[in-house]
RNA sequence: GGUGCCAUGGCCAAGUGGUAAGGCAAUGGUCUGCAAAACCAUGUAUCCCCGGUUCAAAUCCGGGUGGCACCUCCA
């Protein structure tokens, strides 16, 4: 029943014809936010993704559980917390709130489990435990190590190998500095827990094998995250849950690619240049975001810029529109003797139509090729804008794109995007792009009603002044035969 | 120093050995009072360079050059 795909394994390094643990079950675990600031742009990138591949996938018959965590007890909560004169516990809730409202301004689905590490500590523990009797972990002066020497295969994911890394961490209580920490002794000011080895909190790499483990069992499908958590992150992972669980531990590894700023900068705090959901949100649609991403490959580097959103948002534009063009057509005649009597343009977007969905799959099954699925879509769109130029399409191409149509629900179901009626994407454009220009839509309105009165009185060079003047603030207008439009130049 | 990824027309970008999707920009056109949207037409692309394998390579292999990422918190 579920449809067979290739996904890329990080592990690998090779396309691999996926091959579930369980018939028609996938098994996913992605890592989540360390919940101390808002979403970033890059946070969205991650999430976007997974939510359109576990939404593809559900759309193509599996049975997918998809597990993503916050990780809600960490150093950099710690810090912020203190900075701020909160509890750490209290803010990582509050940003975990935060977190929901992006995700849901971002249309993602909840994943089928959201575990955090505050409320994992059995887990954790228990696998701490476990690797200490299973010799893979020491104890010293109130925290656990582990002891990378212990497992032989340790590097295989990333192919790094233990005597070439760069220590740079120098903690003392390791006995080898690529030993990493399995549980931290407390210190003054910190949230702990009470532990057999004493008050302390979880190092970072052990919640995820633990809630990885209590969700999806010892051995998962999928783990997915981005590709700077390949090393150490992934490998610790790996390494603890191999050995903690004596079974493999994720068969396939999934990593997306980072973003970068257009100016080839790192995004980061240090740069300054972080950009927040939230405020992305308030310039572009979320489906605007959602189609970029899911226009490049997701495993290469994306430059983010505005210049790139604006290109998606047109295009995302056409989709909608040619949607509109194609819901509008009427017509009862079987849609092969339209065809026949309409036409090579009306051929071409019965065949297209019909074809769609094979080839959308094949592009999907490819690794997730979503860039290659859009091409597809667009490819479509403007087949049916071509024929939704010939003169009788309107009242007999009906059946002629009824096929067409469902290439746009297809989109909806498995990427998540044309979820809006084409009326709620045109007052989203128009709210957000204006404001993020500064532009106050009263004062456009104004000048519309201006230009119609003096269009009325055939007053056409006052007309072409005020359609100058809109043009200054990117507004585009629009005399169409059912009235005057107007639109915010993309 | 170690590990890995990438290099495709003016720009962005897909490409699963059989002679290169899609988008943006540009120019001309249809439509329009003028426009816009949409559509049509227009791009001889050294697929970074040099070798190799093959009947056939953007795609596989080797070497080179140039970017980037990770090895330190990072999605």
Redesign the pocket.
């Known amino acids: 029943m579920a449809a067979p795909f290739k996904i890329y394994n990080t592990r690998t ?1 090779k ?1 691999e014809d996926f091959e579930p643990i369980e018939a028609g079950k996938i098994r996913l675990y992605a ?4 919940v101390y ?1 808002h979403c ?4 969205a ?2 999430m976007i993704l997974f939510d359109s591949f576990v939404r593809y996938l559900r759309h193509r018959g599996w049975d997918v559980d998809f597990v993503r965590n916050f ?1 809600d007890v ?3 909560i710690i810090n912020r917390a203190n900075e701020l004169g909160e509890d750490p516990l209290a803010l990582s809730a509050r940003f975990i709130d935060e977190y929901h409202a992006d995700a849901t301004a971002m249309g993602l689905e909840t994943p089928t489990q959201e575990p955090k590490v505050s409320e994992s500590m059995d887990d954790i523990q228990g696998m701490i435990a476990s690797l200490i009797e299973k010799g893979n972990a020491y104890q010293n002066e109130g925290s656990v190590w582990f002891d990378v020497g212990s497992f032989s295969e340790y590097g295989s994911l ?4 233990v005597d ?6 120098e903690a003392s209580g390791k006995r080898s500095p690529a030993d990493f920490a399995l549980w931290k002794a407390v210190k003054p000011g910190e949230p702990a827990w009470p532990s057999p080895w004493g008050e302390g909190r979880p190092g ?1 790499h052990i919640e995820c094998s633990a809630m990885a483990k209590a969700t999806l069992g010892d051995t998962i499908d999928i783990h997915g ?9 992934h490998e610790n992972e790996v390494a603890q849950s191999v050995c903690g669980n004596k079974a493999d531990y994720a068969r396939v590894w999934m990593h ?5 700023m257009a100016s ?6 240090s740069f300054g240049n972080v950009i927040n959901v939230k405020v992305a949100l308030e310039a572009f649609p979320a489906e605007t975001l959602r189609l970029y991403y899911l ?3 997701y ?5 983010w810029g505005d ?2 959103l604006s ?2 948002l ?2 995302l ?2 989709l909608y ?2 949607r509109e ?1 194609a819901e509008a057509m009427k017509g009862e005649e079987p849609a092969e003797n339209v065809a026949k009597s309409m036409g090579k343009d009306a051929q071409t977007v019965l065949d297209l139509g019909e074809s769609f969905s094979e080839r959308f799959y ?2 999907m099954d ?2 997730f ?1 979503t ?2 699925a ?3 879509l ?2 479509l ?6 024929f ?2 010939l003169k009788k399409a309107n009242k007999r191409g009906g059946p002629v794109v009824a096929a067409a149509l469902k290439a746009f629900s297809l989109a909806a179901d498995s990427m998540g995007l044309m979820r809006m009626t084409t009326e709620e994407f045109h007052a989203q454009v128009k709210e957000k792009r204006l404001a993020a220009m500064g532009i106050d839509p009263a004062d456009v309105e104004k000048l519309i009603e201006d ?1 119609g009165t003096a ?1 009325a009185e055939k007053n ?2 006052r ?2 002044e005020i ?1 100058k003047e809109l ?1 200054a603030k990117s507004i ?5 035969a059912d009235g005057v439009q107007w ?1 915010v ?1 993309l």
Request: net charge neutral.
């Open positions: 390094r396309l890592c989540g936010n360390t600031d970033h742009i890059g946070h990138r991650g990780t960490d150093d950099k990333s192919g790094q190998k070439e890394l760069r220590s740079a961490d970072w995250g981005g590709l700077d958590l390949v090393f150490p992150h997306h690619g980072l973003l970068t080839g900068q790192k995004m980061g705090k226009q490049n490959q495993r290469s580097p994306l430059p210049e790139a290109e998606a047109g295009m534009s056409r529109e040619a063009v094949a592009a490819q690794d090729n860039a290659l859009i091409a597809h667009m490819e769109s403007r087949a049916i804008n071509r939704g130029n230009r269009r056409w060079d007309a072409d359609r043009e585009m207008v629009m005399d169409q639109r130049k």
